[in-house]
C-alpha cells in the first residue's frame, strides 16, 4: 500500500463566513528535511472529493475546499467549513481558527516520484517528491505547544473539547517521525 505523507502550512486569511484561504504547501524545506516540488502535484483525484480533515483523520471531515489552485509560492485552496450547528466539534475547530489558534494545515499526499536529499557528507537528510498525488487536506494542531493549550483555555472551552481537540496530536507527529525513519532506511538499503 503506497505511504501517504503529511506536510503542514499555514492558514493566511479569512474571507468570507466560514472561509479560510490557506497556502496549503510551497518548496521551502519542511521540517522533516523533504521538499514537496509544486508542479508535481497531481490535483485530480483530490479535485474529484475535495475533502477536510482534521488531523488528519477520515473520520473527522470538517468542510470541503472550494477552490485549489497553483499560486506564486505553491498550493493555495480556499475551504469551506461545514456549517454552523452541524456539529459542535465543528463550530470549536472554527472558533478556534477564528481566534488565530488553530492555524495550521496539512497536505495528505502519495508520493509518486521522489529522490533523497544528502548533506555534504552524503547523510540523508529528506526527500525532494518530484510528483505526488494529492488526497487530502487537514487542518491540524501543535499539541506540544504548552502556549496554545493555554489560549485555549482561555476561551473557556469546555475540558472534554480540550482534550479531543489536543490530546492525540502528539502520537500523530511521533508517527510522522517513526515513519520517515523507515523510509530513510528503506532509501539507504535500496528498497523503494
Not at 481537540?165 to 515513519?179: A, E, I, M, S, Y
Request: net charge positive; proline share 3%.
Amino acid at each position: 500500500m503506497p505511504q501517504i505523507h503529511q506536510r503542514e502550512a499555514f492558514i493566511t486569511k479569512g474571507t468570507r463566513e466560514g472561509i479560510f484561504s490557506f497556502q496549503a504547501s510551497s518548496e521551502k524545506v519542511d521540517s522533516y528535511g523533504d521538499i514537496v516540488v509544486q508542479k508535481g502535484i497531481d490535483l485530480n483525484r483530490f479535485k474529484a472529493n475535495p475533502i477536510i480533515l482534521y488531523q488528519h483523520d477520515a473520520r473527522e471531515p470538517i468542510g470541503k475546499a472550494v477552490d485549489i489552485r497553483l499560486g506564486e509560492k505553491g498550493l493555495v485552496a480556499d475551504i469551506e467549513l461545514a456549517p454552523r450547528g452541524v456539529s459542535e466539534k465543528i463550530d470549536t475547530i472554527r472558533g478556534l481558527i477564528e481566534a488565530g489558534i488553530l492555524k495550521a494545515v496539512s497536505i495528505g499526499f502519495t508520493a509518486q516520484d521522489y529522490e533523497a536529499i544528502r548533506d555534504k557528507e552524503n547523510n540523508l537528510t529528506g526527500f525532494k517528491f518530484l510528483k505526488s498525488l494529492l488526497h487530502e487536506i487537514s487542518v491540524v494542531s501543535i499539541p506540544a505547544n504548552d502556549e496554545a493549550l493555554s489560549i485555549a483555555r482561555s476561551h473557556n472551552l469546555p475540558k472534554h473539547q480540550m482534550h479531543e481537540l489536543f490530546t492525540d496530536c502528539t502520537k500523530l507527529d511521533k508517527q510522522v517521525q517513526n515513519r520517515n525513519r523507515v523510509r530513510a532506511l528503506k532509501l539507504k538499503q535500496g528498497i523503494s
